[in-house]
Nanobody, 122 residues
Framework: QLQLVESGGGLVQPGGSLRLSCAAS????????VGWFRQAPGKEREGISY????????NYADSVKGRFAISRDNAKNTVYLQMNRLKPEDTAVYYC???????????????WGQGTQVTVSS
């Protein structure tokens, strides 16, 4: 069974940091681009970062550029999202997804995790 599981979410104060993990089981992430997405209440799901299958190409949405960093450890079949200098507007459910294309749009990804909540509040 192909599965992606996110972890590492939680409550953090503004300016703080979190590291999200996306662990794959049932398939090898080496062959896939992996994207991170988020969805705030009442808003559409937005792509915030992706990593190519090799990790050699990454991209970020303007809203997180310079604060978030995506990385992958193919030996552990896991992709990470380091989030620094968090803001209240970063509050959302965060999802990882795997697909064949390096992209920030939802339609480019075939496999999705269940999401992890990130809340930035004092």
């Amino acid at each position: 069974q192909l599965q992606l599981v996110e972890s590492g979410g939680g409550l953090v104060q503004p300016g703080g940091s979190l590291r999200l993990s996306c662990a794959a089981s049932g398939f090898t992430l080496d062959y896939y681009a992996v994207g991170w997405f988020r969805q705030a209440p009442g808003k559409e799901r937005e792509g915030i970062s992706y990593s190519s299958s090799s990790g050699g190409s990454t991209n970020y949405a303007d809203s997180v550029k310079g604060r978030f960093a995506i990385s992958r450890d193919n030996a552990k079949n896991t992709v990470y999202l380091q989030m620094n200098r968090l803001k209240p507007e970063d509050t959302a459910v965060y999802y990882c997804a795997a697909g064949d294309w390096n992209a920030l749009d939802v339609a480019s990804y075939d496999y999705w995790g269940q999401g992890t909540q990130v809340t930035v509040s004092s």
